[in-house]
């Protein structure tokens, strides 16, 4: 909320952000995102032909100046790298490489840090004031609509327990909403920089480009509509298709109903059977671990996304160019692996290994007992 907030006053205050310097001694900040703004603003209004090129543009200013707000900590351990760096690395496959130093910038990292965390605290003190604020005004209404209703106070809490069954869906797909978000966020944190890269370059590409190809796409797109479903070629699709069902006898729809729910629980009996064995492997692979490591397991948060933790090196931490054949560096990235240890490899589901016999084979193992004690 506070980055938000400091956002905005940024944009519609006018206030400054940009350094320049003119001749060595005139230095001054340029308020660029308001300027980009009006811009846009004047775009739309007088040329609206061009809102889609605008679109795309105002998605390439967003991400370029939060990759901007990134590049203020003066950490430069915590630093994404510029975006002209990217596209200078993307274009010539070699990029300038940076040297740090020990405690490089500690001092104004520190200032930063403690400068930034106070206004940070203050906007959360606010933000919690307010919301208790609210959430006493509302349950007060709720107290004076049921001593109106039932003409006395209420004292028992909801009892959230009882819909339990009907809150649990409601819980799993929120897990998604916020496993969603969570990479939103990285996204938009420069976080995953080439996936944040792409995103900016491609919106920068179409918008561009919509500013020659809109008129042609808007045209050609009409013309399917127009001459692909309001002319007669239509009848066709109608002498082939619906005509067809509708001449049906009431035992063949039947029937097709009946084709098309078979084929849709056995849809659902695959992906039910795949859930059941993931289910079953997990189980057992969980249970093989605890009998291989024993005392010695450790439970890691999250281990199939180390992504969630990353490390950063110390202030005492350096960084020197080393000068290398650009292909050895290509290879060393295409090989590179992230290892986690206390991992179990292979299946842990058995199955009937007479089933895996050719139809030409023949066995004489039918009517006993598999290694698994299955009949076969």
């Known amino acids: 909320l506070y980055t938000i907030i400091e956002a905005l006053k940024t944009l519609f205050l006018w206030r400054g952000h940009f350094p320049v310097t003119i001749c060595f001694c005139i230095k001054f900040k ?70 740090i130093a020990p405690n490089e910038n500690m001092e104004e990292d520190i200032q930063f840090m403690e400068k930034q965390t106070g ?3 203050n906007s959360k003190l606010f933000t919690a004031m307010f919301w208790q604020r609210l959430s006493d005004d509302l349950n007060d209404l709720d107290q004076m609509k049921y001593k109106v209703l039932y003409g006395e106070s209420m004292e028992k809490p909801l009892r959230l327990d009882l819909f339990k069954n009907q809150l649990y869906p409601l819980q799993k797909q929120l897990a998604q909403i916020i496993y969603g ?44 509509i127009v001459y692909g479903f ?25 029937a097709r109903i009946r084709e098309k729910k078979r084929l849709a629980r056995n ?13 079953e ?26 992504e969630r933790f990353p490390s950063q090196p110390r202030f ?39 089933q895996h016999n050719s139809p030409n084979e023949t066995t004489n193992f039918k009517g006993d007992k598999d290694a698994y004690g299955s009949m076969t």
């Open 316 to 354: 005492e931490s350096y960084a020197n160019p080393s000068y290398i054949d650009p292909q050895i560096s290509f290879d060393r990235a295409k090989t590179k692996y992230v290892l986690l240890g206390q991992k179990v490899s292979g299946a842990m589901v058995p199955h009937n290994f007479l």
């Open 267 to 279: 849809q659902f009996r695959k992906g039910y059977i795949q859930t059941q064995t993931a289910k």
């Open 119 to 121: 206004r940070i605290e």
């Open 281 to 306: 492997e997990l189980l057992k692979s969980t249970s093989m671990k605890k009998h291989l490591f024993g005392e010695h397991i450790l439970a890691v948060p999250d281990m199939y996304s180390p």
């Open 30 to 99: 340029l308020p660029l995102h308001s300027i980009t703004m009006l811009s846009f603003a004047i775009v739309l209004t007088e040329f609206p032909q061009y809102t889609i090129s605008v679109c795309f543009a105002s998605v390439a200013w967003f991400m370029l100046a939060l990759l901007e707000h990134r590049r203020k900590r003066p950490n430069l351990w915590n630093r994404p790298p510029r975006y002209i760096s990217l596209m200078f690395l993307l274009l010539t496959g070699w990029n300038r490489p940076d040297k």
């Open 181 to 224: 978000l969570r990479l939103v966020e990285k996204v938009l944190s420069w976080d995953h920089i080439y996936i944040s890269f792409w995103i900016t370059t491609i919106a920068i590409m179409l918008s561009i480009g919509s500013l020659f190809i809109w008129d042609q796409v808007y045209l050609w797109t009409k013309r399917v």
């Open 230 to 254: 309001l002319t007669p070629w239509v009848k066709i699709i109608d002498i082939c298709y619906i005509r067809k069902l509708e001449r049906l006898t009431k035992a063949e729809k039947e």
